[in-house]
C-alpha cells in the first residue's frame, strides 16, 4: 500500500491549521474592542442644529466602544436628518485619530450649506370642494407649511394629515391623500435657487352623513335600556359624518361601566343617497363586584397606604348611573391614620346631555393627627359641564359641600412663648357647614401619566357662610364664614426630539382665605380644623425638602393656613424608553421647588420663601409612576439650631441629618 500521498495530505492539513492559528494571534489587536476616547461634532460655517441634537440621532458616542458599522451608518443618519429638514445639501465628513491602540477620537464635521425653503404648495383635487369648507380649510393660522418656509418633512406630512382629517370630519368619510410630491428646482436662477414645490394629491370622494345606529349587546342579561346607550353618542341621524365623532361616541361609552370594549363600526354604506349606518358591538360586564383593594395615594401631600373593602352595582336602580360603596383603613405613619365609610353615585349625563354629568358622595371620615383627631361627615353634589376642546375653558364644575366636622384636641394649644395655654388638650367643638364652590378648568395637556406638553389650569372660588348663617340661625350651631380662592397653573413642554424621553415641567400656586365672623363670641377660629378648609405645605407633591405639613411661618402650620405661594420646576427622563425588559419603565427627575404657608396674606414676606432641590426615581405603571424623591433644603427661611440658612454652607453632617428629607408616593407630583 502506498502510504505516501496520505501522508503528504496530511502534514499539508497540519500546516494550514498551524497558519491559522498563527493568523488569528497576529489579528487578535485588530479584534480588540476600541475605546473611544473623545467624540466630538464640528460645524463648517452656519449651523442650524445644535450638538445635542444631533448626538441624540446617531450612536457612536452615545456607548463606550468604536463600533465601525454604526459609526457608517451615523454620516448616513446625520446626512437624513439634515435633508428631512430642508438642508438637501448638506455634507458630512469624519475624521479618526488614534490616541493608542485601544483608543479611538471620532469627530464628525458637517456642512450644511444654504437650506431649501418653499417657493409653490399645490392642493390638488380639493379645487370642487364647497367655498366654506375651503375657506376653513386654509383659514389664518392653520395649515402647517406656508410659502417662504424651510422644508421640513414633518411638517409637509402634518399638513397633509390636517387637510385629511378635516376632510374626513366633515362629510368626507373616505378621503384620503397619496404620498406628498416633492420637486426640487434645478435652475442658475437666484429667483428659483434652492426651492421647492410641494404637491398635494387629494381624492375626497362624496361627502355623506350618519344614517340609524343599531345596536349589538352580547349577552344582554340585565335588559340594558337602548335610550341609555344612544344618550352617549356624539352624533344623531342625519348629521354630517365625523370620524372625530364616532371616536369621542367610542370614548364616551366606554364611562358606562356596564358597558364591555364598545365599538362603533360601519354597518352599511348607501352610495346613492350617500348615507353611512353604524353599529355599535359591545358586551356587558358584571353587574355587582365586590372587590378587596390595596391601597397607596397621596392625601394632603402625605402618602397613605393600607387596605380597603369596595361594593360596586354597575347598573343601579336599571340605569347607566354607577354605585360604589366600600370601607378603607389607611396610615402614613403609628399616629396618623384615616378610616373611611365612603358612598358614592355617579351619573353618566344629567337632563339627556352627555355634556353635563353629576356625582354624588355621602362619607365618614376620621383623621388622627400627631396635635388632633377629627371626625367628618360629608355630603357632596357635584355638577360637570364639559365644554368643546377647542375653547380655552373646557371644562366647569359647581359643588356643594354639606358637611359636620368634631374637633379634638390631642395636645394643648399655647400662645408663641409656650407659656399660656389658648386651648387645652381636651378641647372639643363641632362645627355644620354648608360650601358653594366653582371649578374653570382649562387642559390642554396630551398625556395623563407622562405629560409632554400643554397647559393645565384652574381657577377655583368658594364661599362658605351664605347657608351656613341659615344653618346657625336654625340648628344653633357653630358655623365657618370664608371666602377661598386659588389658582393653579401647570405646563409641559419637550426638550427632546422624542418628548415622551424628556420633558420639562412647572407648577405655580397661590391661594387665599378670606375668613369674617371668625371672633364670634369668643369661639375658636378655623384656624383649628382639619385640612378640609386650609392650605397645607410640605410634602411629596409640595416643597420636597419639607415633610407634609411641616412648612408654614407660623406655630399652627400642622392645621393648615390662610394664604399660599408654591411652584416646582422639574425635568423628568425616561432614558431606556427604547429598550426591552423591565428597565424601560425607569425614569429620573431632578427638581427645584419654592414657596411658603403663610397664616394671613398680611403676613406674606418674599423673605420667608422656602427653597429646595432635589432628584427622584420613577418607575412608571399602569397606575402611573412610583416615585421616590430625596428633597434637600437649598434655602431654609427657619433654619434648626445649628444649622445655616444656604444649603452649601453647611457641612456634611448637618446637610443629611437636618436638611434631607425622603418623599414616597404614587403618581406625578403634579
Known amino acids: 500500500m502506498n502510504l505516501s500521498k496520505p501522508l503528504t495530505f496530511s502534514i499539508l492539513i497540519l500546516l494550514f491549521a498551524s497558519c491559522l492559528s498563527f493568523a488569528q494571534e497576529d489579528d487578535e489587536p485588530v479584534l480588540q474592542k476600541v475605546k473611544i476616547a473623545d467624540a466630538s461634532i464640528e460645524f463648517k460655517g452656519d449651523n442650524a442644529f445644535d450638538r445635542d441634537q444631533i448626538s441624540a440621532i446617531i450612536k457612536t458616542g452615545n456607548s463606550d466602544y468604536f463600533n465601525y458599522e454604526d459609526f457608517v451608518l451615523d454620516i448616513k443618519r446625520i446626512e437624513k436628518f439634515y435633508f428631512d429638514n430642508g438642508y438637501f445639501d448638506a455634507f458630512v465628513d469624519t475624521s479618526t485619530t488614534y490616541t493608542s491602540k485601544t483608543e479611538i477620537e471620532v469627530k464628525f464635521i458637517i456642512t450644511e450649506n444654504t437650506p431649501y425653503t418653499l417657493k409653490e404648495i399645490n392642493y390638488i383635487g380639493i379645487e370642487n370642494l364647497p367655498g366654506g369648507i375651503k375657506s376653513e380649510l386654509f383659514s389664518d393660522g392653520k395649515a402647517e407649511i406656508n410659502q417662504g418656509d424651510i422644508y421640513r418633512k414633518l411638517s409637509v406630512s402634518t399638513e397633509a394629515a390636517r387637510i385629511t382629517k378635516y376632510l374626513q370630519n366633515n362629510g368626507y368619510a373616505f378621503a384620503y391623500v397619496n404620498n406628498p410630491e416633492v420637486i426640487r428646482f434645478q435652475t442658475k436662477d437666484p429667483v428659483l435657487g434652492h426651492k421647492v414645490r410641494i404637491n398635494y394629491y387629494f381624492v375626497v370622494g362624496d361627502s355623506y352623513k350618519f344614517g340609524k345606529t343599531k345596536v349589538k349587546v352580547s349577552n344582554d342579561r340585565y335588559g340594558l335600556k337602548l335610550e341609555d346607550i344612544m344618550d352617549e353618542l356624539e ?205 374653570v378648568i382649562h387642559n390642554s395637556v396630551d398625556n395623563f401619566q407622562f405629560p409632554t406638553k400643554g397647559f393645565f389650569q384652574t381657577y377655583y372660588v368658594e364661599e362658605c357662610g351664605l347657608l351656613s348663617s341659615l344653618i346657625k340661625t336654625i340648628f344653633a350651631v357653630q358655623t365657618i364664614n370664608y371666602l377661598k380662592t386659588s389658582f393653579l397653573n401647570k405646563f409641559y413642554i419637550p426638550v427632546t426630539s422624542n418628548p415622551q424621553k424628556s420633558t420639562l415641567a412647572s407648577k405655580f400656586l397661590v391661594g387665599n382665605i378670606y375668613q369674617y365672623n371668625k371672633e364670634e363670641n369668643n369661639q375658636p377660629t378655623i384656624n383649628f380644623l382639619p385640612l378640609d378648609y386650609k392650605f397645607i405645605a410640605g410634602g411629596s407633591t409640595s416643597v420636597r425638602g419639607w415633610g407634609a405639613r411641616k412648612l408654614g411661618t407660623f406655630s399652627e402650620k400642622d392645621v393648615g393656613g390662610n394664604f399660599i405661594i408654591e411652584g416646582s420646576f422639574e425635568h423628568r427622563t425616561r432614558p431606556f424608553l427604547n429598550s426591552k425588559g423591565l428597565i424601560r419603565d425607569l425614569g429620573f427627575v431632578t427638581f427645584f421647588d419654592y414657596g411658603n404657608l403663610w397664616d394671613e396674606v398680611k403676613h406674606f414676606r418674599l423673605s420667608d420663601m422656602a427653597l429646595a432641590i432635589g432628584a427622584g426615581l420613577r418607575y412608571y405603571t399602569i397606575v402611573g409612576p412610583v416615585r421616590f424623591d430625596l428633597g434637600f433644603k437649598f434655602y431654609d427661611y427657619d433654619p434648626a439650631e445649628g444649622t445655616n440658612k444656604w444649603l452649601f454652607k453647611n457641612n456634611a453632617s448637618a446637610i443629611f441629618s437636618k436638611k434631607l428629607t425622603i418623599q414616597f408616593g404614587i403618581g406625578n407630583t403634579f
Open 235 to 439: 352624533y344623531t341621524e342625519n348629521d354630517i359624518y365625523s370620524k372625530e365623532k364616532i371616536i369621542l361616541s367610542e370614548n364616551r361609552l366606554n364611562r358606562m361601566n356596564i358597558l364591555e370594549n364598545p365599538r362603533i363600526l360601519f354597518d352599511r354604506i348607501d352610495t346613492v343617497n350617500n348615507i353611512i349606518s353604524l353599529q355599535i358591538n359591545t358586551s356587558i360586564r358584571n353587574k355587582y363586584e365586590l372587590q378587596p383593594e390595596i391601597l397607596g395615594y397621596d392625601i394632603d401631600n402625605s402618602f397613605f397606604a393600607g387596605v380597603g373593602l369596595s361594593f360596586t352595582d354597575r347598573y343601579f336602580l336599571h340605569n347607566a348611573r354607577t354605585f360604589k360603596t366600600g370601607v378603607r383603613a389607611l396610615a402614613n405613619s403609628t399616629d396618623t391614620y384615616r378610616m373611611e365609610y365612603l358612598l358614592e353615585l355617579q351619573q353618566p349625563h344629567i337632563l339627556k346631555n352627555n355634556k353635563i354629568t353629576g356625582t354624588w358622595n355621602l362619607s365618614y371620615v376620621l383623621y388622627s393627627f400627631d396635635e388632633f383627631r377629627v371626625g367628618i361627615a360629608k355630603n357632596k353634589f357635584t355638577v360637570n359641564y364639559e365644554l368643546p376642546k377647542h375653547t380655552y375653558i373646557n371644562n366647569l364644575s359647581f359643588d356643594w359641600k354639606l358637611t359636620n366636622e368634631r374637633f379634638v384636641l390631642k395636645v394643648p394649644i399655647t400662645d408663641s412663648a409656650g407659656t399660656v395655654v389658648l386651648l387645652p388638650s381636651d378641647f372639643t367643638t363641632n362645627f355644620l357647614n354648608s360650601a358653594l364652590g366653582l371649578t
